[in-house]
């Protein structure tokens, strides 16, 4: 079965840091499009970081020079490295990779993480 499994979150003050982790596990082929998403309560989903296969990378204004977002390729993995934290960055990050392989549907996956809440405190 593949999936996505989020780990890292939890709770920081202002000015802190926390790293997330993004495994994909299955039978997989290869990884297009790794992204980070996360949902503040009261808030729709944004996109918070992504990058492609070929390392091409975007931000949300919000985090730039705050967030680093990174790949690797040979764990299926990817990570967020937030340093600076501020209180609005509090919410649930959500993972979500563009996976291809012979057993999905039609050969292809857009598949989530189950999520994983980080909390700010000022």
């Known amino acids: 079965q593949v999936q996505l499994v989020e780990s890292g979150g939890g709770m920081a003050q202002a000015g802190g840091s926390l790293r997330l982790s993004c495994a994909a596990s299955g039978n997989i082929l290869s990884i297009n499009a790794m992204n980070w998403y996360r949902q503040a309560p009261g808030k729709q989903r944004e996109l918070v970081a992504a990058i492609s296969s070929g390392g091409s990378i975007n931000y949300a204004d919000s985090v730039k020079g705050r967030f680093t977002v990174s790949r690797d390729n040979a764990k299926n993995t990817v990570y967020l490295q937030m340093n600076s934290l501020k209180p609005e960055d509090t919410g649930v990050y959500y993972c979500?990779?563009?996976?291809?392989?012979?057993?999905?549907?039609?050969?292809?996956?857009?598949?989530w993480g189950q999520g994983t809440l980080v909390t700010v405190s000022s």
């Open positions: 979500n990779a563009a996976l291809v392989g012979s057993d999905l549907p039609f050969g292809f996956l857009d598949a």
